[in-house]
């Protein structure tokens, strides 16, 4: 099984390119783009705009559809009335917490987290944006941990009012993770929602499915990025519904991300996959 220690440094690099993706698209504050992910980007823009005259796949369309489907989906719920309290687990650098409180206000409770290193440089990065609050915090969470002690789900879901909607968010961590990882989070998180009123788990996630050699492509290039394997569980979306089904959700849905914000950024947005689950 692989270490929080090892997902969390194989995980960092991505999160500064991400960071610069959002920033750089306009959805992010320059707070949350570090030199990092910009000297990251400026490395692969080579390989994506070869890839992009030859028809491929580009990680700035795929990143912007996966983040843009999660946040259509999370948004539908809080003006729903449906959530009103979101745990972002392993956030790294994105800018959703920051932006979701900007727009609902008091509405909202989020809370950020994510191994101590980077969740240090995120507090630092909102506390000069002026974002922190009681209503916007940054915990210590590790994701593959299954205790209920300091730095666990529990410990962060304890605080949070039971009577009120809670969403959990993971963005770009399942596909580090090994199958058996992914299922024992997906119970961990079905079980926390439980708890509340009502219970809302929305990710991203990689499908086998049917890949053409461009995908192929696609998922080395993924996996030479994040310095290690990009695990796809599931052949399609009814195998990883059924997954969730019996980690403990009573409804899921695993659909493209251009089907939740119907639009397509580039080539790569047809590769992102979006999870919704509930436990009500």
Known sequence: MTSSQDSGARISPTAHYTGYVWARNGLSHPELATREGRLLFD???????????IGGATLESYLLARHR???????RAIGAGEISQV??????LSPRGWRLRRRYGDRLVYI?????GMAERKRAALE?????????????????????GPGSLAAVAGDLDRREGLAIVTEGLLGYLPTEAVDAIWRRF???????????YVSDLHLAGAATPQVRAFRVALSAFVRGRVYLHFDDAGEG??????AGFATAQIRPAVDVIGRRDGRGSRLANILEASTT
Do not use: C, K, N, Y
């Open 112 to 116: 950020e987290t994510d191994l101590p």
């Open 128 to 148: 000069r944006i002026g974002s922190l609050s009681e209503r916007h915090r940054v915990r210590i969470l590790d994701a593959v941990r299954d205790d209920d």
């Open 87 to 92: 745990i972002e687990v392993a956030a790294g």
């Open 69 to 75: 489907a999660i946040d259509a989906l999370l948004e």
């Open 190 to 200: 079905a079980d926390t929602l439980a708890g509340f009123s009502r219970g809302r």
């Open 43 to 53: 490395s692969l823009q080579p390989a994506m705009v070869g890839s992009r005259a």
């Open 241 to 246: 519904e059924a997954a969730l089904h019996a």
